[in-house]
Nanobody
Framework: QVQLVESGGGSVQAGGSLRLSCAAYGYAYSMYCMGWFRQGSGKEREGVAAIDGDGSTSYADSVKGRFTISKDNAKNTLYLQMNSLKPEDTAMYYC???????????????????WGQGTQVTVSS
């Protein structure tokens, strides 16, 4: 069983920064791949960033150069550092985990079997 608990969301002005955290509980082999997804109001869920146990990462084109995904294995915590935030980054952000390396279609979410409850990020112009 895996439990994922997100925190760190909030409201920020455009150009600002936030760091999201995801505390992970459960068997490590179930969480080889971890990622962040988001869903804005009236929009479909989209992948933001993913990281595997070997440190390899992937990012959505819309956040490349602005967001950084990282993981502290000692603390079993996943992070998403978000800089230069834009109003279009406003969404509910979800942490996700899966047992295998993420593939080329990771952004669809199929590689991830465990999901957190989400944390809201609101960016005002």
């Amino acid at each position: 069983q895996v439990q994922l608990v997100e925190s760190g969301g909030g409201s920020v002005q455009a150009g600002g920064s936030l760091r999201l955290s995801c505390a992970a509980y459960g068997y490590a082999y179930s969480m080889y791949c971890m990622g962040w997804f988001r869903q804005g109001s009236g929009k479909e869920r989209e992948g933001v960033a993913a990281i595997d146990g070997d440190g390899s990462t992937s990012y959505a084109d819309s956040v490349k150069g602005r967001f950084t995904i990282s993981k502290d294995n000692a603390k079993n915590t996943l992070y998403l550092q978000m800089n230069s935030l834009k109003p279009e980054d406003t969404a509910m952000y979800y942490c996700a985990a899966g047992p295998y390396p993420h593939g080329g279609s990771w952004e669809r979410g199929a590689d991830f079997g465990y999901w957190g409850q989400g944390t809201q990020v609101t960016v005002s112009s």
